[in-house]
């Protein structure tokens, strides 16, 4: 991919650990020329791929210099002396940490509560985890919290087993930060920590939050959009590619929560979601109860193995396609079959340009052609950029 013409530093940072953290690229350069230089990667990536035609004006946070529009953050630790710290990755480094005390992505009530999860673990002498060795118990702290409701989700994540004063530290959450809904302890284990089992300490059994008109559930694993001030207009972008006109039978496909296709849901006629992970399947039937959304409906399993010629033939065809696929984008074995769907418009969100552009260019083969292409700025003060093409036959 491109590399980033990186604009001259022209602000000062406001984070004071932003020239040691990794978690930001730019907080150093002032919003509109981030934005610039965004447009102007993902425009040399696509090329001729992408007539200049079809290029919309990026869009971006309204905010002049957007702070504390995360609504998920993991907070690692690290020790000095005898004293526990919370840490964020190192830049520049593949395994280091530096200790934080603040972090301008959360809230301000992160920082009270990765601060207080610290303390309890110098406290109740915690051991920290160590991946290499995997030894230790304390692996990170994941906070979510609901922009729209205020709602604020907390796990303690560590590896298998449990040590003193998980009790003391979830009532010190309580009582010091009452937007707190819900305390987890949840132990993970295996050689990729992707076995997790969950333990609610206190409250709900996950957070809500809004995305435009629609009331959406949050639980500790599920994969919702991580910058909870921009989701809406992500979802306002891929409506406008869409096109609906209250006809469509649309597939949401790698779908979350539901989240999408539930926005989209009062300008088609029905929608047909896949999802893999029945973590987001469970939220996505919460969300259409709750919202009292009756024309979509949710099938678990990966896409590649879902879409057979049983399926097409129970539930129909579809008229357009929503793709918003993970970092590694489409499935070879997926990528190959859906030109023979016959969807007439697909509209294809990407969070990796990289393998976006792969796939592009398959389906391109196949007879479609981008029509539309609009970045959407999801991750400010980085060099990320979200992506929405639409490619019509």
Same mark, same amino acid.
């Given at each position: 991919?491109?590399?980033?013409?990186?604009?001259?530093?022209?602000?000062?940072?406001?984070?004071p650990?932003?020239?040691?953290c990794?978690?930001?690229?730019?907080? #150093?350069i002032?919003?509109?020329?981030? !934005?610039? =230089?965004?447009?102007?990667?993902? $425009?040399s990536?696509?090329? &001729?791929? *992408?007539?200049?035609?079809?290029w919309?004006?990026?869009?971006?946070?309204?905010?002049?210099?957007?702070?504390?529009?995360?609504?998920?953050?993991?907070?690692?630790?690290?020790?000095?002396?005898?004293?526990?710290?919370?840490?964020r990755?190192?830049k520049g480094?593949?395994?280091?940490?530096i200790?934080?005390?603040?972090?301008?992505?959360?809230?301000?009530?992160?920082?009270l509560?990765?601060?207080?999860?610290?303390?309890?673990?110098?406290?109740?002498?915690?051991?920290?985890?160590?991946p290499?060795?995997?030894?230790?118990?304390?692996?990170?702290?994941?906070?979510?919290?609901?922009?729209?409701?205020?709602?604020?989700?907390?796990?303690?994540?560590? #590896?298998?087993?449990?040590?003193?004063? !998980?009790? =003391?530290?979830?009532?010190?959450l $309580?009582e010091?930060?009452p &937007?707190? *809904?819900?305390?987890?302890?949840?132990?993970?284990?295996?050689?990729?920590n992707?076995?997790?089992?969950?333990?609610?300490?206190?409250g709900?059994?996950?957070?809500?939050?809004?995305?435009?008109?629609?009331?959406?559930?949050?639980?500790?694993?599920?994969?919702?959009q991580?910058?909870g001030?921009?989701?809406?207009?992500?979802?306002?972008?891929?409506?406008?590619?869409?096109?609906?006109?209250?006809?469509?039978h649309?597939?949401?496909?790698?779908?979350?929560?539901?989240?999408i296709?539930?926005?989209?849901?009062?300008?088609?006629?029905?929608?047909?979601?896949?999802?893999?992970?029945?973590?987001?399947?469970a939220d996505?039937?919460w969300?259409?109860?709750?919202?009292?959304?009756?024309n979509?409906?949710?099938?678990?399993?990966?896409?590649?193995?879902?879409?057979?010629? &049983?399926?097409?033939?129970?539930?129909?065809?579809?008229?357009?396609?929503?793709?918003d696929?993970?970092?590694?984008?489409?499935?070879?074995?997926f990528?190959?079959?859906?030109?023979?769907?016959?969807?007439?418009?697909?509209?294809?969100t990407?969070?990796?340009?990289?393998?976006?552009?792969?796939?592009?260019?398959d389906l391109?083969?196949?007879?479609?052609?981008?029509?539309?292409?609009?970045?959407?700025?999801?991750?400010?003060?980085?060099?990320?950029?979200?992506?929405?093409?639409?490619?019509e036959?």
């Amino acid at each position: 991919m491109p590399d980033i013409v990186r604009p001259a530093p022209d602000i000062t940072p406001v984070c004071p650990y932003f020239y040691q953290c990794g978690g930001c690229d730019s907080q #150093d350069i002032s919003y509109p020329k981030q !934005l610039a =230089a965004k447009e102007q990667r993902l $425009r040399s990536l696509f090329g &001729a791929s *992408v007539p200049e035609a079809a290029w919309q004006p990026i869009v971006g946070s309204p905010e002049e210099y957007p702070l504390y529009f995360r609504n998920k953050i993991r907070f690692a630790f690290v020790r000095e002396g005898d004293v526990v710290r919370p840490s964020r990755h190192q830049k520049g480094s593949e395994e280091g940490d530096i200790p934080v005390d603040r972090c301008f992505l959360l809230s301000p009530v992160g920082d009270l509560i990765m601060n207080l999860t610290a303390r309890a673990a110098t406290d109740f002498g915690w051991t920290l985890y160590n991946p290499a060795t995997r030894s230790g118990w304390l692996k990170h702290l994941l906070i979510r919290e609901g922009k729209a409701t205020g709602e604020i989700l907390v796990s303690l994540v560590t #590896d298998e087993g449990k040590m003193d004063g !998980l009790t =003391a530290w979830a009532d010190s959450l $309580r009582e010091s930060v009452p &937007a707190v *809904v819900s305390i987890f302890h949840s132990r993970s284990w295996g050689a990729t920590n992707t076995r997790f089992e969950d333990d609610l300490l206190w409250g709900e059994l996950g957070i809500t939050d809004k995305i435009g008109n629609f009331t959406c559930f949050v639980s500790p694993h599920a994969f919702f959009q991580p910058n909870g001030s921009m989701v809406t207009a992500l979802y306002q972008t891929i409506e406008k590619h869409a096109g609906l006109q209250g006809s469509e039978h649309v597939w949401d496909l790698y779908a979350g929560s539901a989240t999408i296709g539930m926005f989209l849901s009062g300008n088609a006629s029905k929608v047909t979601c896949i999802e893999s992970n029945e973590a987001n399947c469970a939220d996505a039937n919460w969300n259409l109860q709750k919202n009292n959304v009756t024309n979509v409906t949710v099938h678990t399993g990966a896409v590649e193995d879902v879409v057979t010629s &049983a399926f097409c033939q129970s539930t129909g065809l579809p008229d357009v396609v929503i793709l918003d696929p993970p970092r590694a984008g489409l499935h070879e074995r997926f990528r190959r079959l859906l030109p023979n769907l016959g969807p007439k418009k697909v509209v294809y969100t990407s969070c990796n340009p990289t393998t976006c552009y792969r796939d592009i260019q398959d389906l391109g083969r196949a007879g479609y052609r981008v029509t539309q292409a609009t970045g959407v700025d999801m991750f400010p003060h980085t060099w990320h950029c979200e992506l929405v093409l639409t490619l019509e036959r």
